[in-house]
């Protein structure tokens, strides 16, 4: 019972700190005072302006951060659900993105992206038609060396990238 207590309290003073914004090496610091005191109201009294607050890191000026537009969350979103296996949330984002104001660029990529998830859940007329919108946008978009080499969406890129040269 005492050795639950102490967890109990340990990780209640680990989430204080946590929540107070603390960086590791506080919370590490804040965890080594604790395993000498014999309970947390122990740590509260010896540490008391400790509990509330840490010291904050300094933080990077706002405008080094990038900005991104919803386009491109929502791509990003898209891309990073794709590569985590999630193809009905990925498609939902990629969808979303080409419904919003994006870059040419960006607009490739989403349709590649979902030409993938379309080829490997063998909707492949779908699948065509991404392509040929991603190869309306840019005639000369590639698929890499990898990419075309995939045995789902390969073949199906090849058969259309000739006639996307071809077409302009």
Excluded: N
């Excluded at 204080?16 to 914004?21: E, R, S």
């Excluded at 005072?33 to 010291?55: H, M, N, S």
């Excluded at 405008?63 to 985590?84: H, K």
């Amino acid at each position: 019972m005492q050795q639950r207590k102490g967890l109990a309290a340990g990780l209640t003073a680990a989430i204080l700190v946590t929540v107070a914004g603390c960086t590791a090496q506080q919370l590490r610091d804040f965890q080594a005072r604790f395993a000498t005191a014999t309970d947390a109201e122990t740590l509260a009294e010896q540490q008391p302006e400790k509990l509330g607050q840490c010291t904050p890191e300094p933080q990077a000026k706002a405008s080094s951060l990038p900005s991104f537009t919803p386009a491109q969350r929502a791509l990003t979103m898209g891309v990073w659900m794709y590569e985590d296996g999630d193809y009905v949330g990925a498609e939902s984002y990629l969808k979303t993105a080409l419904s919003l104001d994006v870059a040419d660029a960006e607009r490739v990529r989403a349709h590649k992206y979902l030409a993938f998830i379309l080829c490997a859940e063998r909707r492949q007329q779908e699948c065509r038609r991404e392509f040929r919108e991603a190869l309306a946008i840019d005639p000369k978009f590639q698929l890499t060396p990898a990419e075309q080499g995939h045995p789902s969406w390969g073949p199906v890129f090849r058969a259309l990238k000739p006639a996307a040269v071809g077409g302009r």
